[in-house]
């Protein structure tokens, strides 16, 4: 696979520059924004191919990361979003097609959740 593209939203700076280590790592070209409103003007404007969407779901502004899944689902159907929070519970109201990936999260966690969802393989929970 060429090297990915992938949009990470997270409002935590040190989660946030992990991730872009992780994913840089594993050979994916990554974009960030610290949150959801930032990451929908860059969708928006861009004429770049984005891959992926990785994105906490907590975070300040007018849209959290699950109502950007829901935008994205609808507008961009086959771009896959992994959504991302320290608060288990609200993994449960999610529904089945929405990745979720449970904080704290190990490098190999992660990079196993974008690889599923890179490959378009079913959500993992």
């Not at 991730?19 to 404007?45: H, K, N, Q, Y």
């Not at 993994?91 to 704290?104: D, E, M």
């Not at 966690?109 to 490959?119: E, F, Y």
């Amino acid at each position: 696979m060429a090297q990915p593209s992938i949009l990470v939203l997270e409002d935590d700076e040190i989660i946030r520059s992990l991730m872009v280590d992780v994913l840089e790592d594993f050979g994916a070209v990554v974009t960030s924004f610290p949150s959801a409103d930032e990451g929908m003007i860059f969708l928006e404007r861009t004429s770049d191919p984005v891959d992926l969407i990785v994105s906490d779901i907590q975070m300040p502004g007018l849209l959290n990361g699950y109502d950007l899944s829901k935008v994205v689902a609808h507008r961009w159907p086959s771009l896959p979003v992994l959504l991302t929070s320290g608060n288990t519970a609200m993994a449960s109201q999610l529904g089945s097609t929405v990745r979720f990936l449970p904080k704290p999260w190990s490098a190999e966690r992660l990079l196993d959740c974008v690889q599923s969802a890179l490959l378009k393989g079913p959500p993992l929970h």
